[in-house]
C-alpha cells in the first residue's frame, strides 16, 4: 500500500471521509427525486377524482358554461402543480449530478492512494498455450453454435406462424388441386392469410378446399359437444361466413332489411353489425325471390380493408372493419327467377359480380368489376346468357388469370383484368346452381340438366369442339359445387347421391347413396370430404377411391351451408345458428 | 472502510433513473385555440459541424503524440476528461462515430440517405488513425468511452473464455446494426446508447437504467461497453490489427520482469510465448485445415440461417410493421397499434402501396439476412483460425486488436520509468 507517509495516510482518510459524505449526500438527494419521479410517474393528473367528476357533470349538462370553467381552472392547477414538479427535479439532478462527480473524484483519490506494487512473484503460471488455444476453439464453437441455434429456432418458428400453426404439413390450394397451376391467390395474399383466412365463397382459391388439414370429425351442435361456440344470426340468409383474421362477417337480410355482421372468431362475439340503407337510387321494391335463396344468398368478399357484400335487391355495400361504410352501391333490381343468389369474388384491388338476369325479360345479363376501395366500375362486360344462380371464380391457369363463369347456355371464362371474353363453351343447361372449380389442369363444371364438363383452359374463341377433354353424366348436380383434390372430383346431388370420378378422364371411380339431401357443397381437408345435408347431419367420408365414410356430426339444426375452414376450425351456417367447430384444448 | 463506500456508491448510481422523462398529455382544447406547428430544432449551422471535426481531427492527432511520443497517461487522461465534456456533456453525444456505422451503411445501401460530411469525417478519421497509430479514439477521444473510463476504480481481469465469447457480441450487434441501417429500418445505435441520456440528462428509461448498469459494472470490469458491446470497437479492432505504429509498453527492449502483467485492465497484455510448442507440425496442419473448411462451413450456414431470418427481423421496419398490422384485423393487436394506424388511415395512403413498400423491405431483409449470417459465420470461423495461429514472442507486448491505447501500463515498466527519471 502506498500509505507510507503520514501525509499519504491523512489525505487517504480525507479523500474516505468526503466519498463517504458526498455518497450519503447523493444517495439522499437520489432517493428523494426517486420517490418524486416514482410519484410523477404513477400520478395521472387528468385522471383526478374532482375531474372526472366534474365531466360527469358536464355530459349530463353540457352547456352548463360554470362546470366547464371549473374544469379549466383544476386542469390548469393540475398542470401548473406537474411542471413545477419537474422543474424542481431538475435543480434536484444537478444536486445529485454535482455529488456524484465528488463522489467518484473522491474515491479515484482513493483508489490512486490504495495502488500497490505488483508482485510478479505471487502470479500463478499462465494456462499451457495448447489447451489455452483448445478452449478458445471450444468456446468460440460453443457460443457460434448457441447464436445458430438461436437463429434456426427463430427462423423455424416464424415459419410455423407463417403456415397457419395448424399443420404439419399445409397444403396448398395447388397442392390440394395437384396442379401446378390452379385457383390460388388471386389477391396476392401471404401463404399464412392463406391458413387463417377464407376470404370469398368457398375460400381463397375458391374450390373449397383447406388450407390446413387438422380438422375435427366429430361434434355434436345439440350438446355443444366440439363446438367452440355457437351464437344466432338475427337475419337468416344463404350466405357464408367469409373471414379474414379474426374477424367472421356473415350476411342476413329480410325483405326489408339488409345486415353485414361482424363476428369475433376466438369468442363469438358480435363486434358490429352494419345495415345497409340510405343507398342512392336503391329500389324499394322487394325482389320476388324463391324461399329456398332467400334475400342473403351471395356470399361477401373481404381482406384486411374491407368486407364486400350484396344482397337480393342489388345493394352492393362495402365496409371496412371498424365498421365504416366505405362506398355504397344500387346495381338495380335483378331479374331472376329464383333471386339473386350469385357470390361476389374478387381478383387484385377488383369485387367480380356476376350479374345475370332473365333475358326473356329483356335485361341483359352482365359482369362487372368495381374498384374495392371506391365503389366505381372497373369495367363491365355484356353476357349473352340467361339467368343463372353459380358464383364466378378466379382460376390462376399457365396462361394467366380467368375468370371462370356458367349459365344455362355457355361456360365462359373471361380476362378478370379487362373483362375481355378468352374463351366459351356452348352447353344446354337449366336452373344452373352450382359453380364451377379448377383442378387437375382443368375447368370443371357441373350443368345442371346437361353434363359435367371438363375443359382445358388454354383456347380461345368457341373451344367447344377443341378444348372439352371430357364429358360424363355421371354425378351432374342441381345445387351442390364439386370439390376435387387434383386426382378425383366428388359430386354431391341434392338427392343424396355421391359420385366420385377420375379428373384426367372423367371415369366413374364409385357413386354411394347417403341418407341426406345436399344443397351445401362438400369440403375437402386433407384426405377428407365434409359434407353438410339439408338436416344437419355432417358426413365426413375418406376422398379416396373407394367410399369409406369415417364419421358422423350433427349441427342440430337444418343448414343448406358449406363448410369453412379457418385455421383449425371450420365455420358451418345453421338455418339460425352460427357454429364454430373445434378442438378446446387447441 | 473502503468497502462500505464502495458500497455506498453502488446504492448511488440506480438514482440516475431519474434522469427517465416523463410525458404529458397536451391539453384537449375544443375551441379558439390553436395549437402551435410542432416544429423541430434546425440543423447544427456547417461552421459548427466543421469545428466538431476540427476538434475531433486535433484530440485524435494530440491523443497519438500523447500515447506514442510523450508516453504520457497523465495526457491522456486529460484530454480524456476534455472529450467526455465536449464530445459528452457538450455536444450530448452527436455526432459519434460509433453512430457512423449507420449513416454509412444506409447511404452505401441506395436507400435515399444522405451522409453529411461531418458524419463521414467522424467515421472515417478514428478508422484512419487506428490504421496508423491503434486505438487512440478509444483511449482519450470518444465520450463514450470517458464515461467509463472514469469508473474504473476496482478492476479484475475476467476469465479468458469469458472475455473471448463476450467480445463475439459486439460483431453479432455490428452485423445487426448495419442491416437494420442499410434497410432503412432503424438506427439502433442511436437509439440504444446507453450513455447518451446521462449526456443529455433525461432520455427514456430503460436505455438510461442501461447505462447505469453498465456503468456499475464498469466499476469492476473495465469499460464493458467499450470491449463487450461496441460495434465500432470492431471496426477499430481490425484496422488497429494493422495499425503502422502502435503503442509499446517498454519504450527500450523488455526485460520480462513481468511487472506490466497486471497493468492493464482490459487484458490486453500479451506474456511471450516460446516458438516450441508441444505439438508436431503435422497436427496442426491438419487441424488448420478442418479450421479452414468450417469457416467455409459456417459462412455457408450463416448465409441459409440468415436468408430464413426475414420473418424475425423485418417487422422492426416500421412500414412491414404496419402492413402487417394491417393485414392481421385482430382487434388486440389494432389496439396496441392504434396511433399508427389512425396516422396512416387519416393520412389517405394507400395500403396497397403500403404493402408493395413492405414487400420491398422484406426482399432486402431476405437478402440483407442472408449477408449477415454470412459474414457472423465467417467472422466465427476467422476467429477459430485466429486463436489456432501460434506466433512466437519474447516480450511483453500489447494486443494490437484489443488494446485501447490508455497508457495505463506504461508507467509499470522500470525501462520507463528509468526514462522518465534518468
Redesign the interface.
Known amino acids: 500500500m502506498s500509505l507510507e507517509s503520514k501525509s499519504s495516510q491523512s489525505l487517504y482518510r480525507m479523500a474516505?471521509a468526503v466519498?463517504?459524505v458526498s455518497?450519503?449526500f447523493?444517495?439522499l438527494?437520489?432517493?428523494l427525486?426517486?420517490s418524486?419521479?416514482m410519484a410523477?410517474?404513477m400520478a395521472s393528473?387528468?385522471e383526478l377524482p374532482e375531474l372526472e367528476h366534474l365531466r360527469e357533470i358536464l355530459k349530463a349538462s353540457p352547456v352548463d358554461q360554470a362546470v366547464t370553467d371549473k374544469i379549466r381552472d383544476l386542469?390548469q392547477v393540475v398542470?401548473h402543480l406537474?411542471f413545477t414538479g419537474?422543474a424542481s427535479?431538475k435543480m434536484?439532478?444537478i444536486l445529485?449530478?454535482t455529488g456524484?462527480v465528488v463522489?467518484?473524484l473522491s474515491?479515484?483519490a482513493?483508489?490512486w492512494l490504495?495502488r500497490r506494487q505488483?508482485e510478479?512473484r505471487g502470479?500463478p503460471p499462465?494456462?499451457d498455450?495448447?489447451q489455452?488455444?483448445s478452449?478458445?476453439?471450444w468456446?468460440?464453437?460453443?457460443?457460434?453454435g448457441v447464436?445458430?441455434a438461436i437463429?434456426?429456432w427463430?427462423?423455424?418458428v416464424?415459419?410455423d406462424?407463417?403456415a397457419g400453426s395448424v399443420s404439419d404439413k399445409p397444403l396448398s390450394s395447388s397442392d390440394a388441386a395437384g396442379t401446378s397451376a390452379s385457383t390460388v391467390n388471386t389477391s396476392?395474399d401471404?401463404v399464412r392469410?392463406t391458413a387463417i383466412t377464407w376470404p370469398s365463397f368457398r375460400g381463397t382459391s375458391g374450390n373449397g378446399v383447406a388450407a390446413s388439414t387438422n380438422f375435427p370429425v366429430a361434434w355434436d351442435g345439440a350438446t355443444g359437444s366440439g363446438v367452440l361456440w355457437k351464437v344466432e344470426v338475427p337475419l337468416s340468409g344463404m350466405s357464408l361466413p367469409v373471414v379474414?383474421?379474426?374477424?367472421v362477417y356473415l350476411t342476413g337480410a329480410s325483405a326489408e332489411t339488409r345486415v353485414v355482421y361482424c363476428y369475433?372468431l376466438a369468442t363469438g362475439t358480435r363486434?358490429w353489425q352494419v345495415e345497409a340503407k340510405g343507398i342512392a337510387n336503391s329500389s324499394k321494391k322487394v325482389p320476388e325471390i324463391f324461399q329456398d335463396t332467400g334475400y342473403a344468398a351471395p356470399t361477401s368478399v373481404t381482406d384486411?380493408?374491407l368486407v364486400c357484400s350484396i344482397f337480393a335487391n342489388g345493394d352492393v355495400v362495402a365496409i371496412d372493419?371498424c365498421a365504416k361504410t366505405l362506398w355504397t352501391l344500387d346495381l338495380g333490381l335483378p331479374f331472376n327467377r329464383y333471386g339473386h343468389s350469385s357470390s361476389l369474388a374478387r381478383f387484385q384491388?377488383k369485387v367480380l359480380i356476376q350479374y345475370d338476369q332473365d333475358a326473356e325479360k329483356g335485361i341483359p345479363s352482365r359482369l362487372l368489376a368495381l374498384d374495392a376501395m371506391t365503389g366505381k366500375t372497373a369495367w363491365s362486360t355484356p353476357r349473352k346468357v340467361s339467368d343463372s344462380w353459380s358464383s364466378p371464380v378466379v382460376a390462376e391457369t399457365e396462361k394467366g388469370a380467368q375468370l371462370i363463369t356458367m349459365a344455362n347456355d355457355a361456360i365462359i371464362a373471361y380476362d378478370p383484368a379487362s373483362g375481355r371474353e378468352l374463351w366459351a363453351v356452348k352447353c344446354s343447361g337449366s336452373d344452373v346452381g352450382p359453380s364451377p372449380i379448377f383442378a387437375g389442369g382443368l375447368v370443371l363444371a357441373s350443368i345442371t340438366g346437361d353434363r359435367i364438363y371438363a375443359i382445358r383452359p388454354d383456347g380461345s374463341g368457341d373451344v367447344t369442339a377443341t378444348h372439352v377433354a371430357w364429358t360424363s353424366e355421371d354425378g351432374v348436380t342441381d345445387v351442390s359445387s364439386p370439390v376435387s383434390n387434383g386426382e378425383l372430383v366428388f359430386f354431391a346431388h341434392s338427392g343424396g347421391l355421391i359420385t366420385c370420378l377420375e379428373v384426367k378422364t372423367g371415369k366413374k371411380v364409385w357413386d354411394h347413396n347417403l341418407d341426406g339431401e345436399f344443397y351445401g357443397s362438400p369440403g375437402l381437408a386433407g384426405d377428407k370430404l365434409y359434407l353438410v345435408a339439408r338436416n344437419g347431419t355432417v358426413f365426413i367420408l375418406k376422398a379416396g377411391r373407394q367410399f369409406e365414410e369415417i364419421s358422423k356430426a350433427t349441427l342440430g339444426e337444418p343448414s343448406d351451408s358449406s363448410p369453412v375452414f379457418v385455421g383449425d376450425r371450420i365455420l358451418i351456417r345453421g338455418l339460425k345458428t352460427l357454429y364454430c367447430i373445434g378442438n378446446k384444448a387447441n | 472502510?473502503?468497502r462500505?463506500?464502495?458500497l455506498?456508491?453502488y446504492?448511488?448510481m440506480?438514482?440516475?433513473?431519474?434522469?427517465?422523462e416523463?410525458r404529458?398529455?397536451q391539453?384537449q382544447f375544443e375551441s379558439g385555440y390553436s395549437m402551435p406547428a410542432i416544429s423541430v430544432p434546425a440543423p447544427r449551422v456547417a461552421s459548427w459541424e466543421l469545428l466538431d471535426v476540427l476538434v475531433l481531427g486535433g484530440a485524435l492527432s494530440l491523443a497519438a503524440w500523447l500515447i506514442l511520443k510523450k508516453r504520457s497517461r497523465r495526457g491522456v487522461f486529460l484530454l480524456t476528461v476534455f472529450s467526455l465534456l465536449y464530445f459528452g456533456f457538450w455536444r450530448k453525444g452527436c455526432v459519434c462515430s460509433i453512430g457512423g456505422i449507420q449513416n454509412v451503411a444506409a447511404w452505401l445501401s441506395g436507400n435515399e440517405a444522405v451522409l453529411p460530411l461531418s458524419v463521414a469525417a467522424f467515421f472515417i478519421l478514428p478508422l484512419v488513425f487506428a490504421l496508423f497509430f491503434g486505438r487512440v479514439f478509444c483511449a482519450a477521444v470518444c465520450p463514450l468511452g470517458a464515461i467509463q473510463e472514469?469508473?474504473i476504480?476496482?478492476p479484475k481481469r475476467l476469465p479468458?473464455?469469458v472475455s473471448?465469447?463476450l467480445g463475439?457480441v459486439p460483431v453479432?450487434y455490428l452485423g445487426l446494426a448495419v442491416l437494420l441501417a442499410a434497410t432503412g429500418s432503424a438506427f439502433i445505435i442511436c437509439r440504444h446508447d446507453p450513455f447518451v441520456p446521462i449526456f443529455r440528462?433525461g432520455g427514456e428509461l430503460s436505455v438510461l437504467l442501461a447505462g447505469v448498469f453498465l456503468l456499475l459494472v464498469g466499476i469492476v470490469v473495465a469499460r464493458p461497453f467499450c470491449r463487450f458491446l461496441c460495434p465500432y470497437g470492431v471496426l477499430l479492432n481490425w484496422a488497429s490489427r494493422l495499425s503502422k505504429w502502435h503503442a509499446t509498453i517498454t519504450p527500450d527492449e523488455c526485460v520480462k520482469?513481468?511487472?506490466?502483467?497486471?497493468?492493464c485492465p482490459f487484458d490486453a497484455i500479451r506474456?511471450p510465448?516460446a516458438s516450441l510448442?508441444?505439438?508436431s507440425r503435422g497436427i496442426g496442419v491438419r487441424r488448420m485445415k478442418w479450421l479452414l473448411l468450417l469457416l467455409v462451413f459456417?459462412t455457408g450456414?450463416?448465409l441459409w440461417?440468415?436468408s430464413?431470418?426475414e420473418?424475425?427481423l423485418a417487422p422492426i421496419n416500421s412500414k412491414v410493421k404496419l402492413d402487417q398490422v394491417?393485414?392481421?384485423?385482430?382487434?388486440a393487436v389494432?389496439k396496441k397499434y392504434a396511433l399508427e394506424l389512425e396516422a396512416f388511415r387519416s393520412g389517405g395512403r394507400n395500403?396497397?402501396v403500403l404493402?408493395a413498400e413492405a414487400e420491398a423491405v422484406r426482399r432486402q431483409f431476405r437478402v440483407g439476412g442472408a449477408c449477415l449470417?454470412g459474414f457472423?459465420?465467417f467472422v466465427?470461423g476467422m476467429?477459430?483460425v485466429g486463436?489456432?495461429i501460434?506466433r512466437s514472442r519474447d516480450a511483453y507486448e500489447p494486443d494490437r486488436g484489443e488494446c485501447l491505447s490508455c497508457a495505463r501500463c506504461f508507467r509499470?515498466c522500470p525501462k520507463e520509468q528509468k526514462r522518465l527519471k534518468p
Open positions: 474516505c466519498a463517504v455518497c450519503v447523493s444517495l438527494v437520489g432517493m427525486l426517486v418524486n419521479s410523477v410517474r393528473p387528468l386542469d398542470r406537474y419537474l427535479r434536484g439532478i445529485l449530478l456524484m463522489s467518484l474515491l479515484q482513493v483508489a490504495r505488483p510478479p502470479y499462465g494456462p498455450p495448447l489455452a488455444e478452449v478458445a476453439r468456446v468460440l464453437a460453443g457460443l457460434g447464436i445458430l437463429a434456426v427463430f427462423g423455424q416464424d415459419r406462424l407463417r396476392g401471404s392469410e379474414w383474421g379474426n374477424k369475433d363486434l384486411d380493408r372493419p384491388d | 472502510m473502503m462500505t463506500v464502495a455506498l456508491f446504492l448511488l440506480p438514482v440516475l433513473t431519474v434522469l427517465g416523463n404529458f398529455p391539453p472514469m469508473m476504480l476496482f479468458r473464455p473471448l465469447a463475439m453479432v440528462l520482469c513481468r511487472l506490466c502483467e497486471r497493468a506474456v510465448v510448442v508441444s505439438e459456417l450456414i450463416g440461417t440468415g430464413r431470418l420473418g424475425v394491417l393485414r392481421s384485423n385482430h382487434p389494432e395500403p396497397q404493402r449470417g457472423l459465420g466465427f476467429s477459430m486463436v489456432s501460434r509499470s
